[in-house]
Structure formats: C-alpha cells, structure tokens
T-cell receptor
Framework: DSGVTQTPKHLITATGQRVTLRCSPR?????VYWYQQSLDQGLQFLIQ???????AKGNILERFSAQQFPDLHSELNLSSLELGDSALYFC???????????FGSGTQLSVL | GQNIDQPTEMTATEGAIVQINCTYQ??????LFWYQQHAGEAPTFLSY????GLEEKGRFSSFLSRSKGYSYLLLKELQMKDSASYLC??????????FGAGTTVTVRA
C-alpha cells in the first residue's frame, strides 16, 4: 500500500458524460500528479499540482480539468467523454523536495 | 518535448541477468527513474539516477550516462516474480516526469 488513495476503483459510463476522479495523497506529500495509461499509449503525464497550485501540464485535453484543494486532495474532471478516454487513470504523490512518485492503485474508466 | 526509447519486450530464464536499455532526448534533464509495474497494478519505484554512474540495490542496478542520454536497468538472479513491465522515466527541470512506453520482461522457468 503506497498510501495514495484513489476513488472510485472502477467507473463505467456512457459517451458524452462527465466524471470526477478523486485522489488523496500520502500524508505530508504536497505534490499530486495525474497520469493516463491506455494499452497502446503507456503512461501519459496529464498534470501536476504542488500545494494547491498547478505546477506542470502535460498532454491534458481541454475536456479534462483538475484541481488540488486546501487539504491537498485532488480531483480530475473528465467531460464530454469519448470511447477513447477509456483508460486507467493514476494519481501519484511525492514528498517536498523529492520527486520520487508513489502511485495510487488507479481508477479504471470504461466509456461505453 | 522529449523522446524516450526502450525495447518493447525481453525474455530471460530464471536465474539469468537481463539488461533493459533506455535512451532519451530532452532539454532540462534532472534525473532518470526506473519503475516496475505488474499487470493491472500501480508502478512502484525502483531507482533514481541523477549523476553518471552505477547505483546498486540488491539484485537491481541502474546506470546513467547524461552525456550519452542513456540509462540501463540491470536485473540479476531473475525470479519469476520479476516478470513485469519496467518503465524508464525522465525528470525535467520544469517538473515534468515523462515515462517511456515500458519494457515487458517475461521470466521463464
């Protein structure tokens, strides 16, 4: 157990819908990262937050948004879902000054 | 942007040694990570190299050459449980951490 909690573990929804994925980082970790992993793409960096502020942005679609709250938990919002958004979404956190990532168990999103 | 290349698959026999190479091209390089990921599970940290040279941790070792944009992960005394995907990841000074596509290692008895 990495100490990073992601909910829900599984999510099944339809095209056009909107979902919210939640992540609670390890105690003391200020950074939260979001990654998307599909079979043909590997782990794709989406976005990173540090202590509530956006720090780095990767290949995140405009239909996706994220935020980190004052209690440091983070949410990833995916809207106007398409079949191609079906993937495993990982959240990871890292302690201050150390970029070693601890990954949550992921949310498996299936868009039907 | 950056390019991170590693072989797609490797197969080795239990007890043997396997070396997984990773080459990268990037600006603002800070360091290089190796992660292990079993099917359907989260990646777990193996090593982080910032300086050139070899770092050894038990059966696993990682090497970095910054000037050549090259790293390798060496797995010794392979065990069946080492069958997994091994991910090379480049850490940049703009805080981005980008992963390669991963190398699937299959250990055979």
């Amino acid at each position: 157990d990495s100490g990073v909690t992601q909910t829900p573990k599984h999510l099944i929804t339809a095209t056009g819908q909107r979902v919210t994925l939640r992540c609670s980082p390890r105690s003391g970790d200020l950074s939260v990262y979001w990654y998307q992993q599909s079979l043909d793409q590997g782990l794709q960096f989406l976005i990173q937050y540090y202590n509530g502020e956006e720090r780095a942005k990767g290949n995140i679609l405009e239909r996706f948004s994220a935020q980190q709250f004052p209690d440091l938990h983070s949410e990833l919002n995916l809207s106007s879902l398409e079949l191609g958004d079906s993937a495993l979404y990982f959240c990871a956190s890292s302690p201050p000054g150390i970029e070693k990532l601890f990954f949550g168990s992921g949310t498996q999103l299936s868009v039907l | 942007g950056q390019n991170i290349d590693q072989p797609t698959e490797m197969t080795a026999t239990e007890g043997a040694i396997v070396q997984i190479n990773c080459t990268y091209q990037t600006s603002g390089f800070n360091g290089l990570f190796w992660y292990q990921q079993h099917a359907g599970e989260a990646p777990t940290f193996l090593s982080y190299n910032v300086l050139d040279g070899l770092e050894e941790k038990g059966r696993f070792s990682s090497f970095l050459s910054r000037s050549k944009g090259y790293s390798y992960l060496l797995l010794k005394e392979l065990q069946m449980k080492d069958s997994a995907s091994y991910l090379c990841a480049v850490h940049r000074d703009d805080y981005k951490l980008s992963f390669g596509a991963g190398t699937t290692v299959t250990v055979r008895a």
